[in-house]
């Protein structure tokens, strides 16, 4: 049996007369209306995909552009307090005999460490710089590779005394991978220009058994995330503090 | 003029008059998923390289860092395409072989004794001991499987491109 044959059998049991000479052209003309459907299908399929095509590409150059370009360091600190590092004890920022001391135990890759840096960051150093506190910095490192390389370039900053600017640095750029152009770029931008000791130490990680003594000593001390914050030894809540809240148990203004 | 449509069956059975639904559903639920989770990935690229390195994948670095940087608007083309109803089956077969990686992928950081989250929808890394989330985030991602499988099975819907583009369905 004939495809048309068939066609018309079917339309026979549907009540409508076989196809004639008249329908044949209507039928030519269906056709081609398909035909052109078709093609419209073919042509919405290939601009879609090129869609989806460029949105990763894209998504993928705009990752790569974010991860890589150079650092772009806000205004320094006022105050740096170089020192000589010790294992096993932290960072501190401020005056050695201020009354009060905010412990700070974060990762540099912790997105709530940035998140407390952005919210807080600029009310823990206005409290140091008021000389009623002092800042320990405990910068652990258990957020992969790159955290453990800015920990110890940071502590190669607090060395040379650049550190708080370069801290601050380091959370203000998140979004970079921070290799190590990066990380010796962010020196020379906030310090001008940075001692050869400083590159080497980047380089080949001259401070990297502080950064394990400070990790170590965190967790022996029952640290359990980032960013734990103490307050004159005593655990502070982060949880649901606001600005005003937090200003006023430093005693700084919001 | 007579659609093949009524021709096939005068009465469109209870099953071909909901069926279309259904799957708009699917679609779009799953559309939505893709989004949120591409969306909230797209903006903080360093957490999304983290949250895949915290599976340590036995892959090269450069893979690891392109697939954290690429996957996030993979999702987000993923869910427009679902979103739009543009190539429904083929988008659903690759959301299917998407989340049956994710959980492969989470299953082995369960099995090799990671304490990691799964960073589907932002965030990822290590978490504390004993705060990983393995069975709900398996359970979710079985849940979007099903969806997912019933889109490839029946990928027409409503308000989808496909049907506007498509060849059967009007001639």
């Known amino acids: 049996m004939s495809k048309k044959t068939q066609a018309n059998k079917k339309l026979k049991k549907a009540g409508v007369s076989p196809a004639t000479g008249s329908n044949a052209r209507e039928r030519a003309r269906a056709q081609a209306q398909a035909d052109k459907r078709k093609k419209d299908r073919f042509t919405l399929i290939v601009v879609a995909l090129v869609v989806v095509a460029v949105v990763i590409v894209g998504g993928i150059a705009v990752s790569w552009f974010q991860s890589t370009r150079s650092p772009d360091a806000g205004p320094a600190s006022g105050n740096e307090y170089a020192q000589d590092l010790i294992v096993n004890q932290p960072v501190v920022f401020g005056e050695q005999d201020a009354p009060n001391t905010i412990s700070i135990y974060l990762d540099f890759r912790c997105p709530h460490c940035i998140d407390f840096e952005e919210e807080f960051g600029d009310l823990v150093e206005k409290a140091v710089d008021g000389g009623e506190w002092k800042n320990e910095v405990w910068p652990m490192s258990f957020l992969g590779p790159s955290s453990v390389t800015m920990a110890n370039a940071f502590a190669c900053s607090v060395e040379e005394g650049f550190g708080r600017s370069y ?23 906030v310090n001008g220009s940075v001692p050869t000791s400083f590159n080497s130490c980047v380089q080949n990680m001259g401070q990297s058994d502080w950064v394990a003594s400070i ?40 | 003029m007579l659609s093949t449509e009524t021709l096939r069956s005068p009465v469109p059975t209870r099953f071909e008059r909901i069926q279309p639904w259904i799957s708009t559903g699917c679609r779009l639920i799953l559309a939505a998923v893709w989004l949120v989770a591409g969306g909230l990935k797209v903006g903080s690229v360093q957490q999304s390289v983290q949250a895949v390195q915290a599976y340590e994948l036995p892959l090269p670095d450069v893979l690891v860092t392109l697939i954290g940087w690429g996957l996030p608007w ?39 004794g990671l304490t990691i989250d799964c960073g589907c929808f932002g965030g990822g890394g290590q978490v504390a001991p004993g705060e990983a989330q393995y069975v709900s985030e398996l359970l979710r991602d079985t849940g979007l499987l099903l969806l997912a499988g019933w889109l490839i099975w029946r990928p027409r819907s409503l308000f989808s491109l496909d049907r506007v583009a498509d060849d059967e369905e009007n001639s």
């Open chain 1, 167 to 189: 801290h601050r640095g380091l959370f203000q750029d998140y979004s970079l991978e921070w290799n190590n152009s990066q990380l010796l770029a962010l020196g020379e931008q």
């Open chain 1, 215 to 254: 990790g170590a000593t965190a967790q022996a001390d029952g640290v359990q995330g980032t960013p734990t914050v103490r307050i004159n030894g005593e655990s502070y809540d982060l949880g649901g503090v606001t600005r005003e809240q937090f200003a006023a148990d430093l005693g700084v203004q919001p």
């Open chain 2, 74 to 112: 993979f999702e987000v083309a993923l869910g427009l395409l679902l979103l739009a109803g543009l190539l429904t089956r083929p988008a659903a077969i690759v959301s299917a072989i998407s989340l049956t990686i994710f959980m492969i992928g989470v299953a082995s950081a369960w099995a090799r």
